[in-house]
């Protein structure tokens, strides 16, 4: 059965999604992921030709960030929970902002790790975002309005990588930095002035009251039925992916690109990266809706963990440029049925009052995989072979996989769709 809503011609509902919540939170998640995507191509090269970092360096770079984000993400997670996700949301964005501007103008390299730690302290957009969107829809509807989180996520992805390759190219690579602030000063002021507050005064007001009686601590939230479980898949989600993205740029020059004038190599790794953000959003669009329909939660994120890892065992087992570029969408397709399915099914098991905090701490054990996965990628990297972050990550995705198949057995307060 079909919503109203549905039945709207698609240029109505573009009309009503952009004056609803959900168009400021889409944008929060976008430039947030945009400006990721940008450091992609742009963080190695710009480390290296400008400030002379070695490989370990640069791969520190992201642990910087994401070791910040480890320690800051509950806390941002259980202040919104406190004082609503709205000024949560603000202070977050202005992290990013600032990350952009120091990032863009940094003079040597301590700057550049200081524009990563300052982003990873206030890097809380995308948990409070969803949070936000478990706020506001209705729990069987809940992978869905996640989904927009990750349609942003794939929309970011798709020109991030490519804009910040051809900027840097063509202007250097401080210009992408300054252009992904203009970005985000415009949306900055679309939560100011659009995005009303999803927890009422009343509400907030019980959460504080039950907040300082008791504070929850990651044990208690860990006891609770399957948690463990998800927090475990979305550790090794996160260490797989990161340890293939922190060497990618490493490994498509050594590899695939050798050879090749290094600004067309540049240019090509950003467009195949946004390609496979493309593949995110028909993801998001087409495909996480009509399967949480036919198979739930469960199936959607044990069979994302698969297909994601198809991509790496082929750049492992045959790296050719042909073969990689048509596969390596399939990364996509995967995180963008791995993560709504995962924070849909986080919703389900934990009591609403601190889903904030859940998925704040789920970010956090995120984290984890984030800060160990390019320390793990570069040792592997420099002393084994370029291919064998590639090897690792496609084990883990696996294993993983097979891992995940224990979801069916996690009793659900809002129960997701049996097979």
């Known amino acids: 059965m079909t919503s109203s809503a549905d039945n709207l011609p698609v240029g109505q509902r573009l009309a009503r999604f952009l004056r609803s919540p959900l168009f400021p939170i889409f944008m929060i998640v976008f430039v947030d992921v945009l400006g990721f995507g940008i450091t992609i191509p742009v963080l190695p090269l710009y480390a290296q030709n400008q400030f002379g970092a070695g490989p370990l360096q640069i791969t520190l ?87 927009i989180v990750n349609a942003a996520f794939g929309t970011g992805f798709l020109f991030g990588p490519a804009f910040g390759a051809l900027m840097a190219s063509q202007f250097g690579p401080r210009v992408p930095y300054f252009i992904a602030a203009c970005i985000s000063i415009l949306t900055i002021s679309l939560t100011y002035f659009m995005l009303p507050e999803s927890l009422t005064p009343e509400r907030r007001a019980a959460l504080k009251m039950r907040l300082g009686a008791k504070k929850k601590s990651p044990l208690a939230m860990f006891a609770l039925p399957g948690v463990s479980l998800l927090m475990f898949i979305a550790f090794s989600g996160q260490l797989a992916f990161f340890a293939f993205q922190s060497i990618w740029v490493l490994w498509a020059e050594k590899v695939m690109f050798a050879g090749f004038d290094p600004k067309v190599g540049q240019q090509a ?151």
């Open 61 to 147: 770079l992201q642990s910087a960030y994401f070791l910040a984000q480890f320690f800051a993400s509950p806390q941002l997670g259980r202040l919104s929970d406190k004082h609503g996700r709205r000024p949560v949301l603000l202070l977050s964005q202005t992290g990013t902002l600032a990350a952009f501007l120091i990032s863009g103008s940094a003079i040597g390299l301590p700057m550049l790790y200081f524009a990563r730690i300052i982003d990873g302290l206030t890097g809380g957009n995308i948990s409070v975002a969803q949070a936000y969107l478990s706020d506001v829809t209705e729990e069987k509807n809940r992978a869905q309005g996640i989904g």
């Open 269 to 419: 790794i950003g467009g195949i990266l946004s390609i496979v953000g493309f593949t995110g959003v028909l993801t998001q669009a087409f495909l996480v809706k009509p399967i949480v329909r036919r198979f739930g939660e469960r199936a959607m994120v044990a069979g994302g963990l698969l297909v994601r890892s198809v991509p790496w065992v082929l750049m492992t087992a045959a790296p050719y440029l042909l073969l990689i570029g048509l596969a390596a969408p399939l990364i996509s397709m995967g995180n963008g049925l791995i993560m709504p399915g995962l924070m849909a099914l986080l919703t389900y098991i934990v009591p609403p009052d601190e889903r904030g905090y859940a998925i704040g701490l789920s970010e956090s054990v995120q984290g984890l995989g984030r800060i160990s996965a390019p320390l793990i990628a570069g040792l592997l990297f420099e002393r084994v072979s370029p291919g064998a972050p590639l090897a690792f990550a496609a084990v883990v995705g696996i294993l993983s996989a097979g891992v995940a198949l224990a979801l069916w057995r996690i009793p659900m307060a809002t129960p997701a769709k049996q097979m």
